[in-house]
């Protein structure tokens, strides 16, 4: 690629927008602006695209979303002959103008395309493909991402986020196309006029809560239970069905952060809208200080994750991680369920293999298959498929990974932060009810169970260098498995790259029943763990340690140990 002649031709025809016409002139002597947003394309991946806005292949524009589009379009047509489409949006600066170029891309190619009026949470399209029963769906959001990003998730037909092949067939579409020669545009207000472009009526979204109200466990217990929520949506998609549905299983004392209330895609007040991150809540936990709520719910801008923290003890506020909201919902569901004859004949839950292992325990107890599958949770729907296909979705219970997403039901194939706070509430007003606070449930399990300590460590390695000594890393870990780490012997080594789970003591091997991903776990004694795992999406190595004690302050000495002596093994600072 000449880097200098792709800019020139930028400088040519990207003419439409005049934010980008003016970016590129400005950079027009700078090489190394030039360089950095024209030395590569945005990658389409299984998580679609996701870049900072601005001007230039390497960047989220108008002209990136349109040849991802057309490219999407082209698998579509060759894969079904014809089709529909989906699409929403979320919060995101250009979101709803990146929304509206997809369509007119597809429109333009003789696909129908449903787009939302207004923004809407990531699992409103999953439930949209599914409705309609669309071909593939597009949701425009960068997720948690700072302000400066936007990104195009793509999905299937079956509502879940594409797969490695489906994904790898549209890039290979995107790859042949020039951007500006090769991309087929509808004018929109026509597309509209001739029905290839239909915004979704009101009434669809209640059909999707109506999904959402099935999941209860316990259909009227916030009655009478006197929950009092703080809620924020971060700026984001949550606040109107996040209320809603929370009025409707009667949860009427709702304040929300006055200044998070109101789509922002500049997150003025939180610039990592994450809600696994305290930054995010700050303004949320603030709050909660004036108005001494239960619980405070944060769900992210495109409101398919959903943090919580709840009243302590002393009554300050605790967060909670997403692995312990993740055990206590699961643990509602089995124990309300099995109590009350409602718990499916061979029911299953999923996690992720870099969620807690806590959730072992409670299956166990409750005589519930457990299976774990790779992150990314279109692998949680994957196996609803798959037990959909046998007509056994019913089995299906609760789905969820430590990144706080969730989802109970089969309604969706995306966790869903809606239902996610729908069930928080109703947990939490069902102990209440009891006399027992949230956090009196997470550490009565830890009492029954053993003190699990989960933790997230990420190490950057910027730029070609950088992704280069990731390689390095993760080539000398399999090269050299550790016996031992921090004086825990290695007992069995899980290698989801070759697809080999190795038990040390015997030297047995099994083959892990997944797809290939480049991810060690390394199993410890005392079911401690490591696992190392490159990010799918940014430049990082994540480090996931498992570390089990008699109590709290136990499990984080054993966490310690386990993070110093695997810095060590990663050679990392």
């Not at 990531?122 to 959001?141: E, N």
């Not at 550490?443 to 992704?467: I, K, P, R």
């Not at 499990?555 to 695997?566: G, H, P, Y």
Request: charge should be negative.
């Amino acid at each position: 690629m000449d880097i200098k002649q792709t800019y020139n031709e930028w400088l040519e025809n990207a003419v439409e927008d005049r934010d980008l016409t003016a970016e590129l002139e400005s950079i027009k002597n700078n090489e190394d602006e030039i360089y950095d947003r024209f030395y590569t394309a945005l990658k389409f991946g299984t998580a679609g695209l996701r870049g900072i806005i601005g001007a230039g292949t390497n960047r989220m524009n108008i002209y990136v979303v349109r040849q991802a589009t057309q490219g999407l379009a082209n698998y579509v047509l060759k894969k079904y002959g014809n089709g529909s489409v989906a699409i929403s949006h979320d919060s995101r600066i250009k979101a709803d103008l990146f929304m509206n170029e997809a369509a007119r891309v597809l429109a333009a190619n003789g696909i129908k395309v449903y787009i939302t009026s207004e923004l809407q949470p990531t699992p409103v399209l999953s439930y949209l493909v599914r409705y309609f029963k669309c071909q593939a769906g597009i949701m425009v959001t960068a997720s948690h991402n700072p302000a400066a990003y936007n990104g195009y998730k793509a999905y299937g037909e079956d509502g879940c986020q594409m797969t490695d092949v489906a994904a790898n067939t549209v890039y290979d579409e995107i790859s042949k196309l020039d951007m500006f020669k090769d991309v087929k545009i509808a004018d929109f207000d026509e597309a509209v006029k001739s029905g290839m472009i239909e915004y979704v009526d009101e009434s669809v979204y209640d059909t999707y809560l109506e999904k959402v109200m099935e999941q209860q466990v316990n259909p009227g217990i916030c009655n009478g239970a006197d929950l009092k929520v703080v809620y924020t949506p971060l700026n984001g998609t949550g606040n109107k069905l996040v209320r809603k549905v929370l009025g409707k299983i009667g949860v009427n004392d709702v304040v929300v952060v006055p200044e998070q209330e109101l789509p922002d895609g500049n997150f003025t007040t939180c610039p990592y809208p994450n809600p696994e991150i305290k930054e995010a809540l700050a303004k949320g936990l603030e709050l909660c200080e004036k108005e001494q709520p239960d619980l405070l719910l944060a769900t992210d801008p495109d409101a398919d994750r959903v943090g919580i923290a709840v009243k302590d003890y002393d009554g300050s506020y605790r967060l909670i991680s997403g692995n312990e909201d993740g055990v206590m919902l699961t643990n509602y569901i089995l124990s309300c369920k099995k109590a009350s004859g409602k718990l499916p004949e061979k029911p299953v839950v999923v996690k992720t293999i870099v969620t807690t292992k806590l959730i072992n325990k409670l299956c166990e107890k409750y005589g519930c298959e457990l299976k774990n599958v790779l992150t990314g949770f279109k692998y949680i729907g994957e196996v609803i498929l798959n037990l959909e296909k046998k007509h056994e979705e019913n089995r299906y219970l609760f789905g969820f990974e430590e990144s706080y997403g969730y989802l109970s039901g089969t309604y969706v194939r995306d966790k869903d932060a809606v239902v996610a706070s729908m069930l928080v509430c109703e947990m939490a007003a069902y102990y209440k009810k009891q006399g027992k606070s949230l956090a009196e449930v997470i550490d009565g399990l830890y009492e029954e169970f053993g003190y699990y300590l989960n933790q997230t460590y990420s190490f950057e390695f910027d730029g070609a260098a950088g992704m280069q000594k990731m390689s390095d890393i993760m080539t000398a870990v399999r090269d050299n498995t550790p016996k031992s780490i921090a004086g825990y012997d290695v007992v069995k080594v899980s290698d989801y790259f070759l697809r080999k789970e190795t038990d040390v003591a015997t030297g047995s091997v099994t083959d892990i029943d997944l797809p290939k991903s480049n991810v060690i776990a390394l199993h410890l004694a005392d079911d401690n763990a490591v696992i190392i795992r490159p990010s799918g999406t940014e430049p990082k190595i994540k480090l996931y340690i498992t570390s089990v004690g008699k109590d709290k302050d136990n499990a984080a000495e054993i966490c310690e140990k386990l993070v110093v002596a695997s810095k060590e093994i990663l050679g990392v600072e």
